[in-house]
């Protein structure tokens, strides 16, 4: 197919997945869309396609409101939190030793300061739990709060652009929590012992969404996993993150159409990165983790696309001779570079499992994670298509070049 084709219908994939309603948020109906357009779009092309459900929460968030007196405070719910109706005294805490020793029960804690440095993980996440991040969740549990507000400066090395984030983001987590920036945190602790009034209308809802596997040549004994993740950050388009990534899969899978060699190649459309219980990688290592054996390599495409920059590869785990190819083979296009490896995308929970991984993403990952990531101003405008149908065609030839 001619490039200029290609780049126009990468263009269309794009903004088709960037445009579902609400958003592509695993468990909610635009996420359930996005995966029934990605296998509308594969299946045709001769792949075997599983897009078996698995169970998921999803979220309405609706009003909330902290006030004291005819005041009011500018909060936010975090998402997946429970609903609540509180009037009660403010307790803060900015340290865990002060969490250890604060007195919360049925109170409303304010969480500023050091403890709020960085996003807790869910509690119940296998693939990364720090220490720490256990020791708060339990100290709230035993602490019995009846809300929680936590207050947060920017930190886009964790969280990207997003400001304020919410500490918690966890619908394993039963204590009601709302989030607000540093600097509305600092005017509500200077009223600490007054009583607020917290309201939030929320609710968890009980949901599905299915990842996308495309399969060709299923029965080979060595097989190369390619992934991206197909959901998005709460109510955010998600262009580089990370439809792009999933845009690239859907080109790849176009031109491997003809693909007839000794390896088996698995397209998947993950579904749950941006979700507090990676529910889709949950469930692809649930169902799948027999064959795990017979992956040679997994290749994750994130936040590619970028219109500054290249496009950069890094590897985990690579043998010398792999390395070696797929340099040669990235050396004949102009827009791809070596990078630095990174740690927290879907290539992980396969490095986990000692499988080697390549790793794309934008060169300038850095900008993008400081000005856009999981913000409102994740739109198509910011994606170069050409640059994903050069990426889409650099694994085309490094596929082949293995079947040669």
């Known amino acids: 197919m001619p490039e200029s084709q290609l780049v126009d219908k990468a263009g269309k994939y794009l903004y ?22 990605f296998a509308s779009v594969v299946e045709p092309l001769g792949y075997e396609v599983d ?33 609540c109706e509180v009037l009660s005294p403010v307790i803060e805490v900015s340290t865990v030793e002060e969490l250890e020793r604060c007195r919360c029960t049925d109170r409303i804690l304010l969480l500023r300061g050091e403890i709020c440095a960085e996003q807790l993980m869910p509690k119940n996440f296998v693939f990364y739990n720090p220490e720490n991040h256990q020791r708060i969740y339990a100290l709230l549990e035993e602490k019995r709060p009846a809300a929680i507000v936590t207050a947060t ?15 918690i983001l966890d619908g394993d987590f039963d204590i009601p929590t709302a989030y607000c920036t540093d600097f509305v945190g600092e005017a509500i602790a200077a009223h600490t012992g007054e009583r607020f009034r917290l309201r939030m209308d929320t609710r968890r809802v009980p949901s599905t969404s299915s990842n996308v596997i495309a399969r060709k040549n299923p029965q080979g004994n ?36 003809g693909y007839g060699g000794p390896l ?53 785990g690579c043998s010398d001779a792999l390395r070696r190819e797929a340099g040669e083979v990235f050396a004949g296009f102009e827009g791809i570079t070596e990078g630095e490896p990174w740690y927290t995308g879907d ?29 409102q101003r994740d739109r198509p405008e910011l994606i ?8 889409a065609r650099a694994l085309d030839v490094l596929i082949r070049r293995w079947t040669s």
Do not use: W
């Not at 400066?153 to 500490?167: C, D, I, K, Q």
């Not at 993740?229 to 993150?241: F, M, N, Q």
């Not at 290539?347 to 999981?374: D, N, S």
């Open 16 to 37: 088709t997945l960037c445009s579902v309603e609400p958003n592509r948020r695993t468990g909610s109906p635009g996420n359930r869309q996005a995966t029934g357009f």
């Open 51 to 83: 897009t078996t459900p698995f169970p998921c929460t999803d979220f309405i968030g609706g009003e909330t409101r902290l006030s004291l007196g005819s005041r009011d405070f500018e909060v936010h719910i975090s998402p997946y939190s429970l609903p």
């Open 153 to 167: 400066a920017r930190n886009p090395e964790e969280v990207g652009a997003l400001y304020p984030f919410p500490l």
């Open 222 to 257: 060595q097989k190369i996993v390619l992934t991206a993740h197909i959901d998005a950050y709460e109510d955010t388009p998600g262009a580089s993150d990370n439809a792009s990534g999933t845009v690239v899969l859907m080109l790849l899978a176009e031109l491997l159409t």
């Open 264 to 316: 088996a190649v698995e397209i998947v459309a993950l579904n749950g990165e941006d979700h507090y219980s990676a529910a889709g990688q949950m469930d692809y290592l649930h169902r799948y983790e027999s064959e795990l054996d017979r992956t040679m390599l997994a290749i994750n495409i994130d936040d590619v696309g970028y219109v500054e920059g290249r496009t950069a590869y890094s590897f985990i």
């Open 347 to 375: 290539h992980m929970i396969f490095v986990q499992k000692g499988i080697p991984a390549l790793a794309f993403t934008a060169e300038r990952m850095p900008e993008l994670m400081k000005m856009v990531t999981h913000t």
């Open 384 to 391: 170069d298509c050409a640059k994903l149908v050069e990426l």
